[in-house]
């Protein structure tokens, strides 16, 4: 079940700065645990692209970014291109369930 | 190269069993907690279970959703983490995953596999 909420779809052009939230809980985010972004392909494994709220792993270009406040996180991407179309996904920690969490999922479609 | 691939998958009739291998190459295997994911068709990401490296005991956890009817296993000689999945129902119909845990990052997922389908039908 997911219990963090993202959009379901945002889109940008070329160029353009787009966001997707993330929104949980006092049980998972809010309670302090790391929040990490996805990006997957289609028909592709996940891909981390955000580990620990804001860090990028080697080779994720910077025009990816996190952030974290209270009991929501965002991703960020400047200068969208077209390899960036895929769905994105954030993850953490759920102190209640015992378990790791994902979100809704978000598509991001450039135009 | 660091790499996972996944293999076990196919088409069951419900009530069935089935074992998804997940074949580590490239890092100290032991070392490292080994987690599998799903996603069903057209559906979000979600987490099955995991399995400790033996640093940590080797323990298991596993999601609400599944608990019961799944169990994780590891083979470190042959770096090859094993789900077992019993009395297959159609909602388990789904893409399964494994992951490993990011080395410094807890709880995060760093190196995946490519997938293995499982359709549960009659």
């Known amino acids: 079940q997911s219990v963090l909420t993202q959009p379901p779809s945002v889109s940008g052009a070329p160029g353009q700065r787009v966001t997707i939230s993330c929104t949980g809980s006092s049980s998972n985010i809010g309670a302090g645990y790391d929040v990490h972004w996805y990006q997957q392909l289609p028909g592709t494994a996940p891909k981390l692209l955000i580990y620990?709220?804001?860090n990028r792993p080697s080779g994720v270009p910077d025009r990816f970014s996190g952030s974290k406040s209270d009991t929501s996180a965002s991703l960020a991407i400047t200068g969208l291109q077209a390899e960036d179309e895929a769905d994105y996904y954030c993850?953490?920690?759920?102190?209640?369930?015992?378990?790791?969490?994902f979100g809704t999922g978000t598509k991001v479609t450039v135009l | 190269e660091v790499q996972l691939v996944e293999s076990g998958g196919g088409l069951v009739q419900p009530g069935r069993s089935l074992r998804l291998s997940c074949i580590a190459s490239?890092?100290?295997?032991?070392?490292?907690?080994m987690s599998w994911f799903r996603q069903a068709p057209g559906k979000g990401l979600e987490w099955v279970g995991f399995i400790r490296g033996k640093v940590y005991g080797g323990t298991t956890e596993y999601a609400a959703s599944v608990k019961g009817r799944i169990s994780i296993s590891r083979d470190d000689s042959k770096s090859i983490a094993y789900l077992q999945m019993n009395s297959l129902k159609t909602e388990d119909t789904a893409v399964y995953y494994c992951?490993?845990?990011?080395?410094?990052?807890?709880?995060?997922?760093?190196?995946w596999g490519q997938g293995t389908m499982v359709t549960v039908s009659s």
């Open positions: 620990a709220n804001s």
């Open positions: 490239g890092f100290t295997f032991g070392d490292y907690t």
């Open positions: 993850q953490s920690y759920d102190s209640s369930l015992r378990a790791y969490v």
């Open positions: 992951a490993r845990e990011h080395p410094v990052v807890p709880d995060s997922f760093d190196i």
